[in-house]
């Protein structure tokens, strides 16, 4: 691509010159990847720099959530009911797809207002933040998988070719999650209100996703999960992960578009909205 | 650089506005995305309640070669200004062209901390449009400017702020904009390498490169820059000479003095020193070698005993050229007064020089007076007849010229 020689700075909304806007969005997009891997990289050894066990946490969440899910099942709280695999095999996958969207969702947020000094004064893609932040996000998914396939090895719950359509669950739910993510980091820079109750939300969407107990398929409940647009990624990964039936391709399939679609809209909004964040940082 | 005709920046009414109340920024924010998410004109909205022009209404143009300081008080709308020059933030009114890439330098708070030296270097070169080819060669000029050595390595959160300063400034330059955006960098790192930076920004700007410089430094600005712009409170209230932006600038500065208040204006001097002249006995400019009068009048507010010293420097005001101390004490009373003293032998060669000159107090040693340190320096002129060995000493680029006796 030719270098940007040339700008033109005005009051005017940048949509009412889409040629231009869209050029300088993809522009800046070349230096995303890279900028983006350096920058992930570097949050990785800096993250746990200063921890004694240092990557032993990526994989303590997850464990902890199924560690619970699983003793609350084995005292008979549970009514598993539905569930056609090992307890722990199905809150272990759920939990690892569940918290890939999460992390995800919280990423561009997190990710921009730790870049908030350089950001207020470089002229840099706040994309390539994002970047770094759903990287890391996905680099945590892959970690736990190591972790999580030698178990349901040993519980006899390990998928066969499925396996192969896993990343794909993978990119689809943190498609999801930037794209919504990205599309809040906007209020968000703005008002910590949104962080807040983005906290509070999260921790409800826990019990609205079947990750520990199944999908009822009748009733408020199962019709409230039904609209829960994280249910068809997490359904699906974990039956891809499983080798069981139960999968939902057609939903994920559309909550997929969905989130690449919000990620798209997300990215030119943040992009207008971008002067105007960083005139108040 | 890009080669194109006419001004490489354009700036025309350009308005920008903010809130004072963080609850009202946000605000304003936000109505200002959604409007801009809507597809809103470039028309100045009308001002809303709580929110004050930051710039208002400033245009000027800059072209190839010409390096223009923005000086002005806090608060006047310089950074604003840069800010919108580097696209950073956009304006509420008006409009900015650039004809050529812009590069900008703001002491190393640009740079990613976690990122190395080099990282931050290859990422900022990467969106100013450097093709991947160019960047080995780049880093190594970057390096050798900045003389960090092995430091290009390590993440820039380790880098002391001289460290940060110097690599900030090799990027920036080495990058070679069209134009060039500092802000204030130059207060940082010692002294050898400020004057490489003043040298590398003028090779710069006679290399055909704009220069927008922010700096509060009255020297810095009249070493680098011809043209100087006075911001006063959002709006553009002189543009023309550096010197005189800078003494417009001081002025105001004094004027705005209220005693006893903090941080509005500078306080005017005990003994404010009116004029300060090296003249020939006739009064005319002097010859090289020849006689000379210092002559410097003042006015005092008070009585004192002071010392007084003068001292002559090269234009660019980088090198203490000669000067001279009164050894005894002087008294000075209130109000105006004069004081002189005879030089039988200007010690300079041909060419433009800066006078500054001190009045200090005899038992606190505080400065009563200054020109030339903290506000514009006087310049002066030496003549010569055109002869040779004239020629010669200005293609030497010799200062002063020796009083010797040759014994053989």
Same mark, same amino acid.
């Given at each position: 691509?030719?270098?940007?020689?040339?700008?033109?700075?005005?009051?005017?909304?940048?949509?009412?010159?889409?040629?231009?806007?869209?050029?300088?969005?993809?522009?800046?997009?070349?230096?995303?990847?890279?900028?983006?891997?350096?920058?992930?990289?570097?949050?990785?050894?800096?993250?746990?720099?200063?921890?004694?066990?240092?990557?032993?946490?990526?994989?303590?969440?997850?464990?902890?959530?199924?560690?619970?899910?699983?003793?609350?099942?084995?005292?008979?709280?549970?009514?598993?009911?539905?569930?056609?695999?090992?307890?722990?095999?199905?809150?272990?996958?759920?939990?690892?797809?569940?918290?890939?969207?999460?992390?995800?969702?919280?990423?561009?947020?997190?990710?921009?207002?730790?870049?908030?000094?350089?950001?207020?004064?470089?002229?840099?893609?706040?994309?390539?933040?994002?970047?770094?932040?759903?990287?890391?996000?996905?680099?945590?998914?892959?970690?736990?998988?190591?972790?999580? #396939? =030698? &178990?349901?090895?040993?519980?006899? $719950?390990?998928? !066969?070719? @499925? %396996? +192969? /359509?896993?990343?794909?669950?993978?990119?689809?739910?943190?498609?999801?999650?930037?794209?919504?993510?990205?599309?809040?980091?906007?209020?968000?820079?703005?008002?910590?209100?949104?962080?807040?109750?983005?906290?509070?939300?999260?921790?409800?969407?826990?019990?609205?996703?079947?990750?520990?107990?199944?999908?009822?398929?009748?009733?408020?409940?199962?019709?409230?999960?039904?609209?829960?647009?994280?249910?068809?990624?997490?359904?699906?990964?974990?039956?891809?992960?499983?080798?069981?039936?139960?999968? #939902? =391709? &057609?939903?994920?399939?559309?909550? $997929?578009?969905? !989130?690449? @679609? %919000? +990620? /798209?809209?997300?990215?030119?909004?943040?992009?207008?909205?971008?002067?105007?964040?960083?005139?108040?940082? | 650089?890009?080669?194109?005709?006419?001004?490489?920046?354009?700036?025309?009414?350009?308005?920008?506005?903010?809130?004072?109340?963080?609850?009202?920024?946000?605000?304003?924010?936000?109505?200002?995305?959604?409007?801009?998410?809507?597809?809103?004109?470039?028309?100045?909205?009308?001002?809303?309640?709580?929110?004050?022009?930051?710039?208002?209404?400033?245009?000027?143009?800059?072209?190839?070669?010409?390096?223009?300081?923005?000086?002005?008080?806090?608060?006047?709308?310089?950074?604003?200004?840069?800010?919108?020059?580097?696209?950073?933030?956009?304006?509420?009114?008006?409009?900015?062209?650039?004809?050529?890439?812009?590069?900008?330098?703001?002491?190393?708070?640009?740079?990613?901390?976690?990122?190395?030296?080099?990282?931050?270097?290859?990422?900022?070169?990467?969106?100013?449009?450097?093709?991947?080819?160019?960047?080995?060669?780049?880093?190594?000029?970057?390096?050798?400017?900045?003389?960090?050595?092995?430091?290009?390595?390590?993440?820039?959160?380790?880098?002391?702020?001289?460290?940060?300063?110097?690599?900030?400034?090799?990027?920036?330059?080495?990058?070679?904009?069209?134009?060039?955006?500092?802000?204030?960098?130059?207060?940082?790192?010692?002294?050898?390498?400020?004057?490489?930076?003043?040298?590398?920004?003028?090779?710069?700007?006679?290399?055909?490169?704009?220069?927008?410089?922010?700096?509060?430094?009255?020297?810095?600005?009249?070493?680098?820059?011809?043209?100087?712009?006075?911001?006063?409170?959002?709006?553009?209230?002189?543009?023309?000479?550096?010197?005189?932006?800078?003494?417009?600038?001081?002025?105001?500065?004094?004027?705005?003095?209220?005693?006893?208040?903090?941080?509005?204006?500078?306080?005017?001097?005990?003994?404010?020193?009116?004029?300060?002249?090296?003249?020939?006995?006739?009064?005319?400019?002097?010859?090289?070698?020849?006689?000379?009068?210092?002559?410097?009048?003042?006015?005092?507010?008070?009585?004192?005993?002071?010392?007084?010293?003068?001292?002559?420097?090269?234009?660019?005001?980088?090198?203490?050229?000669?000067?001279?101390?009164?050894?005894?004490?002087?008294?000075?009373?209130?109000?105006?007064?004069?004081?002189?003293?005879?030089?039988?032998?200007?010690?300079?060669?041909?060419?433009?020089?800066?006078?500054?000159?001190?009045?200090?107090?005899?038992?606190?040693?505080?400065?009563?007076?200054?020109?030339?340190?903290?506000?514009?320096?006087?310049?002066?002129?030496?003549?010569?007849?055109?002869?040779?060995?004239?020629?010669?000493?200005?293609?030497?680029?010799?200062?002063?010229?020796?009083?010797?006796?040759?014994?053989?």
């Amino acid at each position: 691509m030719a270098h940007e020689t040339g700008h033109i700075y005005t009051a005017a909304s940048p949509l009412r010159a889409p040629r231009r806007f869209l050029a300088s969005a993809l522009y800046d997009l070349r230096v995303v990847p890279v900028a983006g891997t350096r920058l992930f990289v570097r949050n990785l050894q800096s993250k746990y720099r200063q921890s004694a066990l240092q990557w032993a946490w990526i994989v303590v969440p997850p464990l902890i959530t199924t560690l619970t899910w699983v003793f609350l099942n084995h005292a008979g709280v549970i009514k598993n009911k539905g569930i056609n695999m090992p307890y722990a095999a199905y809150v272990g996958s759920g939990a690892c797809g569940f918290q890939l969207f999460i992390e995800s969702l919280t990423a561009p947020m997190n990710e921009l207002h730790q870049a908030t000094e350089v950001l207020k004064h470089a002229r840099l893609p706040h994309e390539s933040w994002v970047f770094a932040g759903v990287l890391l996000a996905l680099f945590t998914f892959v970690v736990r998988m190591v972790v999580l #396939l =030698p &178990v349901l090895v040993l519980l006899g $719950s390990l998928g !066969g070719t @499925t %396996l +192969l /359509l896993v990343p794909l669950g993978a990119i689809g739910i943190a498609l999801l999650g930037t794209g919504l993510g990205l599309l809040l980091a906007i209020p968000g820079r703005l008002f910590t209100d949104v962080p807040q109750a983005l906290q509070v939300v999260t921790g409800l969407l826990f019990f609205l996703t079947p990750v520990f107990y199944a999908r009822p398929k009748h009733g408020f409940v199962g019709h409230v999960l039904g609209f829960n647009p994280i249910t068809p990624s997490v359904i699906t990964t974990r039956a891809w992960l499983t080798g069981t039936s139960g999968g #939902l =391709p &057609v939903p994920f399939a559309i909550t $997929s578009g969905v !989130g690449l @679609t %919000l +990620l /798209l809209i997300a990215w030119l909004s943040y992009r207008v909205a971008q002067p105007h964040l960083v005139a108040r940082l | 650089m890009t080669d194109t005709e006419g001004p490489v920046l354009e700036v025309e009414h350009l308005t920008k506005r903010f809130a004072r109340d963080l609850r009202k920024a946000l605000f304003f924010a936000a109505q200002d995305i959604r409007a801009d998410l809507r597809g809103r004109d470039g028309k100045l909205p009308p001002l809303r309640e709580g929110e004050f022009s930051s710039l208002d209404d400033v245009s000027f143009t800059l072209d190839r070669g010409e390096a223009v300081a923005i000086v002005g008080a806090n608060g006047a709308g310089k950074s604003t200004l840069l800010k919108i020059l580097h696209g950073l933030i956009k304006p509420d009114g008006g409009e900015v062209r650039m004809h050529g890439r812009c590069g900008a330098l703001e002491l190393g708070s640009a740079f990613d901390q976690l990122l190395t030296g080099r990282e931050n270097l290859l990422t900022q070169a990467t969106i100013f449009g450097l093709p991947r080819s160019e960047l080995g060669e780049l880093t190594e000029r970057v390096i050798d400017f900045a003389g960090i050595g092995d430091a290009i390595d390590a993440p820039v959160r380790h880098y002391s702020s001289g460290m940060a300063a110097r690599l900030a400034f090799a990027v920036a330059a080495q990058l070679k904009p069209d134009i060039l955006l500092v802000d204030e960098v130059l207060a940082v790192g010692d002294l050898s390498f400020q004057r490489k930076c003043i040298a590398h920004l003028l090779e710069f700007i006679d290399a055909g490169g704009a220069l927008v410089l922010v700096s509060h430094s009255v020297h810095q600005v009249q070493a680098i820059c011809r043209r100087g712009i006075l911001l006063e409170k959002g709006k553009l209230t002189f543009d023309g000479d550096a010197v005189e932006a800078a003494a417009r600038h001081l002025d105001n500065q004094r004027k705005a003095y209220v005693p006893g208040k903090i941080g509005v204006g500078v306080a005017p001097d005990p003994v404010a020193i009116d004029e300060l002249l090296v003249v020939a006995p006739d009064g005319g400019e002097p010859n090289a070698e020849g006689p000379a009068e210092f002559i410097m009048r003042y006015t005092a507010n008070d009585d004192y005993e002071a010392i007084i010293g003068v001292s002559i420097w090269t234009a660019d005001q980088m090198v203490c050229v000669a000067g001279a101390v009164r050894p005894d004490p002087i008294s000075i009373p209130p109000g105006p007064g004069e004081i002189r003293a005879r030089i039988e032998r200007l010690p300079l060669t041909a060419g433009g020089y800066t006078l500054g000159a001190m009045v200090v107090d005899k038992v606190t040693l505080q400065p009563l007076g200054t020109v030339g340190f903290r506000n514009a320096p006087r310049t002066l002129t030496v003549n010569e007849e055109v002869s040779l060995m004239g020629n010669g000493r200005a293609i030497m680029q010799q200062l002063t010229t020796l009083d010797v006796t040759w014994l053989g």
